[in-house]
């Protein structure tokens, strides 16, 4: 065991988180309070619950299953619609502020243009930076084709966003592409200052005992243990494709999981599912789980880790 100080502080295109564990959108955040408590319990950044243009119900329950390698969902961004949620937007990004604790916005649209109008009214906000998600698996049957499955139409997406913004912007992919790296340096040519990756995989559990789809939209995305090794791949394959930063999502439980998405190139790690396996203090769990194992293995800071898995 070696006994260095250990530097876990990340620079995220300009954002200084003290750890790289961020809140993933969707879980917990979906409310200002929200957002702070899971800042005051460790994470290192906040994405709260993406807002789109208008009201939005989502979809009926059930809307969340558990099977044996991690949960299905299709909640079907619900949300208050961009003008109902400014107030507690700010909220969020004023009292993780305070903590140290920076926000990332998370928006979605339906057509391109609805991405130019919430990312208008976002930035009366003034963010630091956006996380773009062009990739739910759960609203084709409202708004067609995920943008994230095609690589003209992220770009198109992220090019209105940047006219629109000030912000760092960042594009959430879907792993369910044939090459995550076309899509990828699309949007990185298009102005995407990082890339997160990724969002859940289309997915279907089904009841053996009444023989029909659990979920109420019938197919859902994979969140959870599953998806670790699909997230690794597309992190590991990006990191050799992009110059941008790379936010890891898919599977982070613990320090090591973190640790292997750094070790493939991510940045930073999000946690969503993970707070449904190990509570909120999942956030400090992993970090002090990462701090262990940089003392044991000799690591000083997460540079000498990040890409390591790239060596020959
Ligand atoms: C219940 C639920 C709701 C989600 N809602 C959103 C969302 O609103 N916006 C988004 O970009 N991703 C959303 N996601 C995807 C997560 O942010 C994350 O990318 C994905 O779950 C993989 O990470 P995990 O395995 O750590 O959960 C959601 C995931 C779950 C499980």
């Known amino acids: 065991m070696v006994d260095l100080p250990i530097d876990i502080s990340v620079d995220l295109c300009g954002l200084k988180m003290k750890n790289p564990t961020m809140l993933a959108s969707g879980l917990v955040g979906i409310s200002g309070a929200a957002c702070v408590f899971a800042a005051q319990h460790g994470a290192g ?5 993406s807002i789109g243009p208008r009201e939005r119900e989502g979809h009926k329950n059930p809307i969340l299953v558990e ?5 299905l969902n299709a909640v079907g961004l619900p949300n208050a619609g961009v003008d109902q949620s400014l107030i507690e937007l ?45 990739s739910c698996p759960n609203t ?11 690589a003209q139409h992220a770009a198109d997406v992220i090019r209105i966003v940047n006219q629109n913004t000030m912000a760092k912007v960042s594009a959430k992919l879907a792993p369910n592409v044939p090459d995550i790296k076309e899509i990828a340096r699309a949007v990185v040519e298009a102005g995407a200052d990082a890339i997160t990756a990724t969002n859940t995989m289309p997915g279907m559990v089904i009841d053996v005992a009444t023989g029909k789809p659990v979920l109420q939209n019938k197919e859902g995305g994979i969140s959870g243990y599953a998806m670790k090794p699909i997230a690794v791949r ?36 999000q946690i969503g599912t993970g707070i449904y396996y190990r509570g909120i203090e999942v956030f400090k769990k992993v970090t002090e789980e990462m701090i262990a194992f940089m003392k044991k293995e000799g690591y000083a800071s997460l540079h000498e880790i990040r890409g390591l898995a790239h060596r020959e």
């Open 45 to 49: 950044a906040i994405v709260p619950k």
């Open 67 to 71: 099977f044996q390698g991690g949960f």
């Open 90 to 134: 700010e909220f969020a990004m004023k009292h993780c502020a305070d903590k140290g604790v920076p926000v990332i916005l998370s928006l979605f649209g339906g057509t391109k243009e609805e991405f130019g109008e919430v990312v208008n009214k976002l930035s009366t906000l003034n963010p630091a930076m956006l996380e773009v998600n062009l």
């Open 140 to 150: 084709a049957s409202d708004f067609g084709r995920a943008f994230a499955l095609d």
């Open 234 to 269: 597309c992190i590991y394959d990006l990191y050799k494709t992009v110059k941008v930063p790379i936010i890891g999502s898919g599977g982070v439980t613990t320090g090591n999981d973190a640790i292997e998405m750094i070790m493939a190139g991510a940045t930073a790690v």
